[in-house]
């Protein structure tokens, strides 16, 4: 499973779970997730969002076929990014995780945010993370 944000490291991290995936029955699985605010409905519709992520999805799939690989791509929507990837995990009885992270800061600090701390705590399966090189612009 991949989760992708449309971030830089995204591609790489399709590549590599591509290349990871090449026995027989492998699957790699790329989801994207919109976070819908509590106070509105988990299942309405969020177009501007939705269409963002129809991008990405795409582009992930554009990089499979590239790497000569084809992917099962997921538009979901939960109340949290971290659960939700933990969640398919589990419903899709997923290997690997692959995550591909670019570099924040937060006050000159590099930083993982919530999101991958969470993952890393609750996922059922075993977790490669991927961080591409530091850009120099």
């Known amino acids: 499973m991949v989760p992708v944000s449309g ?10 779970a591509c290349k990871l995936a090449r026995r027989p029955k492998a699957k790699v699985y790329a989801a ?6 509590r106070s509105l409905p988990l299942d309405m519709p969020v177009d501007s969002e939705t269409e963002k992520a129809e991008e990405i999805l795409t582009r992930a799939e554009d990089i499979a076929t590239k790497a000569g690989y084809e992917i099962e791509t997921d538009l979901l929507q939960a109340r949290g990014i971290g659960p939700a990837i933990v969640n398919e995990a589990v419903e899709k009885g997923v290997d690997l995780i692959v ?3 670019g570099h924040k800061k937060q006050l000159g ?14 996922a059922p399966c075993q977790i490669l993370l991927y961080q591409g090189p530091i850009s120099r612009e």
């Open 32 to 37: 994207y997730i919109i976070e819908v605010e």
């Open 109 to 122: 600090v590099f930083d993982l945010g919530e999101t991958i701390p969470y993952i890393f705590k609750e």
């Open 99 to 101: 995550i591909g992270i």
């Open 7 to 16: 971030g830089s490291a995204d591609e790489e991290a399709i590549k590599l």
